[in-house]
């Protein structure tokens, strides 16, 4: 498994997790792929050395949607099976990950409750100036799509029930 990531503290937390998941599952942790999709051909650019150097993984799990939809765009361009060879999942749930076909796998996040959660903040941070600062955390969603079929062969990556 990769982890494509972008150079920010949101997604140092997501790669964290994936991290602690693959741990916790014996399974072995790569460094982060350091992707920019809307800053340049970087995100391209690695998933081809991959496939030059004979490294692709099985799955990409990328930081956000964004990343995800760029993954999978270049391996189809290589014409690599999407999730039939290779599973991709992404982070946000944004429209464009259900427009594609086959859908995206997303963690979806709350975007209109982060957005009345973000306002109410900043209206008590104003009201409290001197208040030590709030943070909230939210709940967020797996939205399973075929993109991550592939990983879902694989007994040893499944996710216990709680």
């Given amino acids: 498994m990769a982890f494509v990531s972008v150079p920010n503290a949101e997604t140092k937390a997501r790669y964290d997790a994936f991290s602690d998941a693959l741990h916790v599952r ?11 999709p809307g800053a340049s051909a970087v995100t391209p650019e690695l998933v081809v050395e991959l496939m030059d150097r004979g ?20 391996l189809r361009a290589a014409v690599f099976s999407v999730p039939g ?4 999942a992404g982070f946000d749930g944004v429209v464009a990950g259900r427009l594609v076909r086959p859908s995206l796998t997303t963690v979806r996040q709350p975007m209109e409750l982060m957005g009345r959660t973000a306002v109410e903040l900043l209206v008590d941070a104003i009201a409290r100036p001197l208040a030590a600062p709030a943070s909230r955390e939210l709940p967020v969603r797996l939205v399973s799509a075929k993109v991550a079929a592939a990983a879902r062969t694989d007994p040893s990556l499944a996710i216990p029930a709680s």
């Fill in 26 to 36: 014996g399974l072995e942790v790569s460094p982060p792929l350091d992707g920019r």
């Fill in 85 to 88: 060879q290779v599973a991709v």
């Fill in 55 to 74: 490294s692709l993984p099985d799955c990409f799990v990328c930081a956000n949607d964004e990343e995800a939809l760029v993954v999978m765009e270049t």
